[in-house]
C-alpha cells in the first residue's frame, strides 16, 4: 500500500496499521439525508460548548462522491456539472463502464403493430433487454445494485442462474442522494407511520411499534423548514410571456396551467373522476376514498418558471432527474461571489452549508471507505476506531491513493446499500493490525436484517386523453387511494385506542387481501416517450411484509479474496402467471412487494373503468426505430411507443389498459433497523443485542424498517436523524473534553 503525508489541521495520512498522531472527535461516512443532519447537529453541539478549533476540526465528513457544484469544497463549478440522459457520459454513473440507463431493444419486425397492454404484471429486471452505452470510468452520480433470490441452503448442481429480483437506484455525491431523487417530499399519516414503524417480528402488535408518530411530529417539522418544500400551486409560481402579435403582448399565468404540465392536468382530471365515482358509488371498487393533492417538492420552482419563460435551458421540464438537473440559479449572497445554485435543494444547499459555516467541519469529497476497525491498543471502553480510505482521483480511478482517518466516534451514514454490508464485513474480517481478532466487535444478530424497497411498484398506462408524458418534471402531484378508513389525514392525530383500532383494521385487510391497504399514485415524467397518451406512475405502500430483504455473505467472495463481503438478497415477488409460487401462509417472507402489485392492479383496474374514452380505444403502436429512451426500465416497462391511433378506436373494446412492473426501487430502507440492530437512537448494539458498541453509531435510512408509510422516505429519514441526533450530540459532546 503506498503512503502519503500532507499537512493537515487534523488528519495523519499514514500507512495501514501505524499510530496516528491525532484523532478526530467524530468521523461521518456518507453525506446524504441522515448524514448531512448528523454533521450539522454535531457541529451546532461543539460550537454550544465554545470548541476551539485551533487545534483542528473535530469533525471530518468521508463522501465517495463528488461536490457537484463545488461550492463547499472551494471549487465552485463555472457551468452546469451534470450529464443528461440524452448524452450520456461518465458523469452519469458511479464507477461503471456502461451508462446506467440503457435502450430498450424490441424486435424490428412488430414496428407499426398496434399492440395493447393487458393488465398484467412484471418484473423489471427481466421483462426486456437494454442496450446501454459505453461511458468512461468515473465516479458518477447515479449506482445501481441488483439484487437476487437468497441462495439456497445447498448448491444444486446445474441450477440456471438466479433471476434478478431487485434494482435499486442510489447517489454518489456531497449530499448523497439529494441530487437523484425528484425532490419529493411527503410525510406519512400517523396511520401510515405507525404500519411501517412495526417490529418486523411483531408485525401484528400495535403495542411493539418502535417508533411513535409523536416522537418524531416536532422533527418533520424542523426538516420542513430547513428544506422549504413547495408545490407547484403556490401562488409565487408564475409565468411571463411576451406574444407579439396579441392585444395584450404581455401576459402571466400560473406554472401549473403551462404546457409542459400538461400531464399534470390530465392525471388530476381522471383522478377527479375516480373520486366523484368512488364518493357517489358509481363504480364497484373496493376502494373507499380517494385524496388528491399538488406534492411538495424541495425544488426551486422560480428556476422552473424560467425554464418555461426560455431563459434558461431546459432541464426539469424536459424530465431529466436521475443524472442531477442542470438549471440553476445565481447566489445573491455578495460574500459567495457568482457561486451557481442547482434548481434542486440538495443538501449541500442548507444542512451541509450550514454545518461547513460553524468552522467545525472537514469536508473529504472522492473518499471511499474500505475498512473500519477498532485500533487495538486503545480501551476497549473508549476505543479508537482507524478508517482506511481510497482517496478517488477522477483522472485515474484505477490508482486511488491509501489514506488512514482516526477517531474517537464513527457515525455511518452510507445509505441503505452501504451501511449494513459495511458494518457485516468489517465486524466478520480479521483486524489488520490484530489477525487473530476481528476488525469490530460482534454486532446484533439484526445487523443486515429487515431491508424493503417502500413498496415501491410502477404503472404504465395507455389513456384515453393526452398527457404529453415526457414533461413536467420532476413531478407535481399525486392521489392516494385507501381500502380502509384513514382518519389522521392531513395532520390529524388519533387518541391511542382510536389509532390503534384503525391498525388492527389495516392489519386485517391485508391479510385478508394480500394487498396493501392504502397505495399513493405519483406522476411521474418519462422523459424518452414523446407518445400523446402514456401515463406512468411511480406508487408506494406499506406491504404486510414491509421488509423481506437482508444482507448476507456472498459465497463466493471468502474464496476469492479471503475477506468474506456481504449483499443484499430480496425474495422473488409471485403472481398469478408464477405458477406455485404464492405464499403459503399470511406474513410468509417470500412475498417480494405482491402486496403493493395487488393494490396498484386494483386501483388501475378502477382508473380504466371510470375513465374509459366512449369515443374508443387508445392503442398501442410502434412507429419504427427508437431514439435513445434512458432511465428505468419499470417506468417505461410496456417495452413500446405509445401512442394514440386514431384509425384503430374500437368503441366495443376495452379501452384504457396499464402494466404494473415490480423490481426497482430508488428508496431502499432498513438493514440496521432501531430497536433492533441499534438502540432507538442509532447506536450499534453488540451480540447480546443490549450493550450499545462505543462510539458506533447508525444515521440513515438503515434504521427505518422498510417502509416510510407510502411516501417518498427524504423527509422521514431526515427526520428520523433530527431525532437521533438529539440523543447521540449528548453522547459525543458531553463527553468530550475540552
Known amino acids: 500500500m503506498s503512503s502519503k503525508k500532507v499537512s493537515a489541521p487534523a488528519e495523519e495520512i499514514v500507512n495501514p ?25 454535531l457541529c451546532e453541539a461543539f460550537q454550544n460548548v465554545n470548541y476551539s478549533a485551533t487545534a483542528g476540526k473535530p469533525v471530518l465528513l468521508l463522501e465517495r462522491g463528488k461536490d457537484w457544484w463545488g461550492n463547499l469544497t472551494g471549487q465552485p463549478t463555472k457551468a452546469p456539472p451534470f450529464s443528461n440522459y440524452r448524452q450520456p457520459d461518465g458523469r452519469a454513473g458511479w464507477m461503471m463502464d456502461l451508462e446506467p440507463f440503457g435502450t430498450p431493444q424490441s424486435p424490428p419486425d412488430t414496428y407499426g403493430q398496434p399492440e395493447e397492454l393487458d393488465g398484467e404484471t412484471a418484473n423489471f429486471n427481466t421483462m426486456t433487454t ?26 444444486v448442481p446445474d441450477a440456471p442462474a438466479p433471476t434478478p429480483t431487485m434494482t435499486t437506484i442510489v447517489g454518489a455525491a456531497l449530499g448523497g442522494t439529494s441530487h437523484v431523487y425528484n425532490t419529493f417530499f411527503q410525510k406519512p399519516s400517523q396511520l401510515a407511520f405507525t404500519l411501517a414503524f412495526r417490529d418486523p417480528e411483531k408485525l401484528d402488535s400495535y403495542e411493539s411499534v418502535l417508533l411513535s408518530y409523536g416522537e418524531l411530529a416536532q422533527h418533520y417539522d424542523t426538516v420542513e423548514k430547513m428544506m422549504e418544500p413547495k408545490t407547484i400551486d403556490d401562488k409565487d409560481n408564475m409565468v411571463t410571456e411576451t ?40 363504480v364497484e371498487t373496493p376502494i373507499k376514498s380517494v385524496q388528491l393533492e399538488y406534492t411538495k417538492l424541495a425544488l426551486d420552482w422560480s428556476v422552473v418558471c424560467k425554464e418555461v419563460e426560455v431563459e434558461m435551458l431546459p432541464s426539469a421540464i424536459i424530465g431529466e432527474m436521475w443524472y442531477g438537473m442542470n438549471s440553476y440559479s445565481i447566489s445573491k449572497t455578495p460574500s459567495e461571489g457568482q457561486e451557481l445554485l442547482g434548481v434542486k435543494k440538495a443538501l449541500d444547499q442548507n444542512y451541509l452549508k450550514q454545518a461547513k459555516d460553524t468552522g467545525l467541519l472537514d469536508i473529504r469529497c472522492l473518499s471511499n471507505v474500505t475498512n473500519v476497525y477498532q ?61 487473530d481478532t476481528k476488525g469490530l466487535p460482534a454486532l446484533s444478530k439484526y445487523v443486515g436484517k429487515f431491508w424493503g424497497q417502500n413498496g415501491d411498484v410502477t404503472g404504465t398506462q395507455d389513456l384515453s386523453i393526452k398527457t404529453r408524458p415526457s414533461d413536467g418534471g420532476p413531478g407535481s402531484t399525486d392521489a392516494s387511494f385507501y381500502f380502509v378508513n384513514d382518519d389522521t389525514l392531513n395532520g390529524i392525530t388519533l387518541p391511542d385506542d382510536e389509532l390503534e383500532a384503525a391498525f388492527n383494521q389495516s392489519i386485517d385487510y391485508m391479510k385478508v387481501n394480500k394487498s396493501a391497504s392504502f397505495i399513493r399514485l405519483m406522476l411521474y415524467p418519462a422523459w424518452y416517450d414523446e407518445a400523446d397518451n402514456l401515463q406512468n406512475t411511480y406508487n408506494m405502500s406499506v406491504c404486510y411484509q414491509p421488509a423481506p430483504g437482508e444482507f448476507l455473505v456472498d459465497p463466493a467472495s471468502d474464496k476469492s479474496s479471503g475477506r468474506k463481503v456481504y449483499s443484499l438478497y430480496y425474495p422473488n415477488t409471485p403472481t398469478e402467471k408464477d405458477e406455485g409460487a404464492e405464499p403459503t401462509e399470511v406474513g410468509d417472507i417470500n412475498v417480494g412487494v405482491l402486496d403493493s402489485v395487488n393494490a396498484l392492479t386494483t386501483v388501475l383496474t378502477t382508473w380504466g373503468e371510470v375513465n374509459a374514452s366512449k369515443e374508443g380505444e387508445s392503442l398501442t403502436r410502434r412507429n419504427g426505430p427508437l431514439t435513445y429512451r434512458g432511465p428505468l426500465p419499470a417506468l417505461q416497462s410496456t417495452r413500446l411507443h405509445h401512442a394514440r391511433s386514431l ?92
Open 17 to 41: 496499521g501505524s499510530v496516528s498522531q491525532t484523532v478526530y472527535d467524530t468521523i461521518i461516512i456518507g453525506s446524504g439525508f441522515g448524514g448531512s443532519v448528523a454533521a450539522l447537529r
Open 130 to 155: 437494454y442496450a446501454q452505452r459505453p461511458i468512461p470510468v468515473y465516479p458518477g452520480l447515479v449506482e445501481m445494485i441488483v439484487a437476487y433470490p437468497p441462495p439456497p441452503p445447498e448448491p
Open 243 to 282: 406574444v407579439p402579435v396579441r392585444e395584450k403582448p404581455v401576459f402571466t399565468y400560473a406554472l401549473k396551467r403551462s404546457p409542459p404540465y400538461l400531464s399534470t392536468r390530465s392525471f388530476r382530471k381522471q383522478v377527479k373522476k375516480i373520486e366523484d365515482a368512488v364518493r357517489l358509488s358509481k
Open 375 to 435: 485500533d487495538p491498543n486503545s480501551d476497549k471502553d473508549s476505543p479508537i476506531y482507524v478508517i482506511n480510505v481510497e482517496q478517488i482521483a477522477p483522472t485515474d480511478v484505477a490508482n486511488p491513493t491509501l489514506l488512514v482517518y482516526r477517531a474517537k466516534n464513527v457515525i455511518f451514514s452510507a445509505g441503505s446499500m452501504h451501511t449494513a454490508s459495511m458494518l457485516l464485513e468489517y465486524s466478520n474480517n480479521p483486524n489488520p493490525e490484530a489477525p
Open 647 to 738: 384509425e384503430g378506436w374500437d368503441p366495443k373494446r376495452v379501452p384504457e389498459e396499464f402494466v404494473v412492473a415490480y423490481g426497482v426501487t430508488a428508496h431502499p430502507l432498513g438493514g440496521c433497523v432501531l430497536g433492533k440492530a441499534c438502540n432507538k437512537h442509532g447506536q450499534v448494539l453488540a451480540a447480546d443485542n443490549e450493550t450499545a458498541v462505543p462510539g458506533l453509531y447508525v444515521v440513515d435510512g438503515s434504521l427505518i424498517p422498510g417502509s416510510t408509510g407510502a411516501a417518498t422516505p427524504a423527509w422521514t429519514i431526515a427526520a428520523v436523524a433530527e431525532y437521533c441526533m438529539t440523543k447521540i450530540t449528548g453522547n459525543i459532546v458531553g463527553t468530550t473534553q475540552q
